[in-house]
């Protein structure tokens, strides 16, 4: 569908050469003219669904709107221009690669432009879309600059009158795809407490600083080392940043245009305490199965009433008479239901055949869910306290009372707190051995073991 495309500023040739002679970054913006143009206009959404997986050239007579919301004034962008599809409440956001130094001098946050699509290449990384010239590397195109002498020739500004943009609140939790290259502002966040007295990047060198809001919810800041505040001190204090949002190696990122963009005049959060101990969560049984080492596990058991988040802890285990950690299961995402328990298991498809139903959480081999039975297993609380433990440090099991192999250790019913000390009372333990007082019987999946059944 055609439409006139009313009133578009185009920078005046002369200017691009004046501004390529340039020193000094402080003067006045080139002159413009007004520029009637005619085309078909597309969505930023549609022309994303242009891309078919690789980067591709753009053929038809097509143009796009879009709103600046990037500032190379301070240095922390070079040679990007991001631009979303509303000053306010954007749905979608892209970028434009381009060779022009200062071009804030040209393309002013809250600008509407026009961008004239043919001949540009369209190309996308890490879920953000981008536009531009042609790069090319071992046979493989990429998105690149596009040359100075033709940025002109695809870049219209419009003569509307300039309102600026409005940024999106965001909370760090919920960041998705959805909000990339768009202009987002972040309330109550402040910089990590390690990070606290640094400078916001390395001289010359692009570095990540971090943003933390109250839950401990973290979000990287890229800052770049050639920016005009790089030697500035990061601010102690909580407030909100806002800015670019991008991602890379699968991570969220906020790239600032300068320090008006983070306001941080409040005092820094109070500590959220979301980690505990408890004497509830315990071990209930470790198996080795004589007929099926894929059907091992271990059980964990919660004998309070209320639900306890697992946060900070983990499951270790210290191979033979090993002093030093062999393996470990972080714990932080789980949480055990009131009298609830937590299965886990190195094999969950082996294990799904053998029981009948799925382990809550599946883990590899040689963790501490594959035990021989030899091994000593221990529970570690958020304050890296050992809580719970089957077994002894430095102490081999075969022929002791801890040998659970080709068998199991369970618990006793009676035992409903766990214990940083072993103590073999306080289980039925069964072998092929009968060493120490444990029983020589061993134990054959599934008829021999119930986990989830105390």
Not at 39 to 62: M, P, R, W
Not at 187 to 204: Q, S, Y
Request: net charge negative; glycine share 8%.
């Amino acid at each position: 569908m055609n439409n006139n495309v009313n009133k578009y500023f185009v920078i005046m040739a002369i200017a691009i050469v004046l501004f390529s002679c340039v020193k000094n970054r402080e003067f006045d913006t080139p002159e413009i003219e007004c520029l009637d143009a005619d085309g078909t206009f597309i969505s930023i959404a549609d022309l994303k669904n242009k891309y078919n997986g690789e980067t591709t050239q753009i053929y038809e007579d097509l143009f796009l709107k879009g709103y600046v919301i990037s500032s190379d004034k301070e240095g922390n962008f070079f040679n990007t221009i991001y631009f979303q599809d509303n000053s306010s409440n954007p749905s979608e956001g892209m970028q434009i690669e381009l060779e022009l130094r200062d071009s804030h001098l040209f393309f002013d946050v809250g600008q509407q432009i026009v961008i004239k699509l043919k001949g540009l290449y369209l190309g996308e990384s890490n879920g953000a879309y981008k536009i531009g010239g042609v790069f090319t590397s071992f046979g493989k195109r990429s998105v690149g600059r596009l040359p100075k002498n033709v940025v002109f020739d695809h870049i219209l500004i419009s003569c509307d009158d300039n309102f600026g943009i409005e940024p999106t609140t965001a909370v760090i939790s919920e960041l998705n795809d959805g909000m990339l290259n768009t202009l987002i502002v972040l309330n109550n966040v402040e910089i990590k407490l390690e990070e606290l007295g640094e400078t916001f990047a390395t001289k010359e060198v692009e570095t990540l600083r971090t943003l933390v809001d109250c839950f401990d919810n973290e979000l990287l800041m890229l800052n770049s080392g050639y920016a005009d505040f790089q030697s500035e001190i990061l601010p102690d204090k909580m407030g909100s940043a806002t800015g670019l949002l991008t991602k890379d190696n699968n991570r969220y990122q906020l790239i600032i245009r300068s320090l008006k963009d983070l306001e941080f005049e409040q005092q820094r959060c109070v500590d959220y305490i979301d980690e505990f101990t408890s004497p509830s969560i315990l071990i209930t049984e470790i198996a080795d199965p004589n007929n099926n080492v894929g059907a091992r596990f271990v059980e964990l058991y919660n004998s309070a009433e209320e639900n306890m988040s697992l946060k900070g802890w983990s499951l270790k285990r210290y191979t033979n008479d090993n002093v030093e950690v062999s393996s470990s299961i972080d714990l932080s995402e789980y949480e055990i239901p009131g009298q609830g328990f937590l299965i886990i298991s190195p094999n969950a498809e082996e294990f799904n055949n053998i029981y009948g139903f799925n382990a809550d959480l599946s883990v590899g081999t040689n963790s501490p869910a594959d035990s021989n039975g030899d091994d000593t297993i221990v529970l570690v609380d958020p304050f890296d306290s050992i809580v719970d433990i089957f077994g002894v440090i430095g102490e081999d099991g075969s022929n002791t009372n801890h040998e659970f192999e080709d068998g199991r250790a369970v618990r006793k019913m009676e035992i409903e707190a766990n214990n940083a000390v072993f103590n073999s009372a306080e289980w039925f333990i069964y072998n092929d051995t009968g060493g120490a007082g444990t029983v020589n019987m061993p134990q054959n999946a599934p008829l021999d073991f119930n986990p989830g059944v105390r």
